[in-house]
Every structure is written in C-alpha cells, then in structure tokens.
C-alpha cells in the first residue's frame, strides 16, 4: 500500500506512507477488528475467512458508519484529502491495484 497526500496547491506529495505486507486478507482482517464481518458482507463477499476465493462479486454497499466502531486502525490522523494505491502481487508480479481517494475532516 502507497499514500499520497494532496498538499494546500493541490498537488499530490508521493510516498507519504508506504506498506507492504505478504498476506493482504489476513493483515486487512486484524486491521479491521471486530467491523471485518460488516465489512466483507457489505463488499458483496459470500464468506468471511482468508483467502478471498475467486470469484464475481457485487457489493450492495459499506455502511461507513462501522468504522467508528471497534477496530485497529489508528485513532488520529492529519486532517486532508489522500490517495491509497493497493497493489496486489505474486513473486514481486503485480496482477492488481485497486486506488482509494478518501478525505479526512473534523467533525
């Protein structure tokens, strides 16, 4: 996973965070904590273990209310606008990516 901040003149600083973790499911579950069954299910996932079988998938939706809840990530963050670049891999291969634009606010 790559973050990237978008600064005050709207350009995007590279690098800002940058994981890589070797088992994406079971990293992501421990991540999510107690929201992980509510996550998958509003994903359009059919069960809630790792791996992810393979698979057409609809999801009817996220309720983003859950991640107020109970879970592992962390409890501040700098307010601002983000980009996550989730890249999927295989022996150093990339054979997916999925790209996240997500705004940080005070309530």
């Not at 790792?50 to 962390?74: E, L, M, R």
Request: charged content about 20%.
């Amino acid at each position: 996973m790559k973050m990237v901040l978008k600064d005050s003149f709207g350009r995007w600083k590279e690098n800002v965070f940058v994981s890589k973790s070797p088992n994406a499911c079971p990293t992501l579950k421990q991540l999510m904590g107690n929201i992980w069954t509510a996550f998958k299910h509003g994903s359009g996932f059919k069960n809630v273990d790792c791996p992810i079988p393979p698979g057409f998938y609809t999801a009817n939706g996220v309720d983003t209310s859950i991640f107020k809840s109970n879970n592992n990530f962390p409890k501040s963050f700098f307010y601002g606008t983000y980009k996550f670049h989730m890249y999927f891999s295989k022996s150093d291969e990339i054979f997916g990516c999925q790209v996240f634009i997500m705004d940080f606010k005070r309530l």
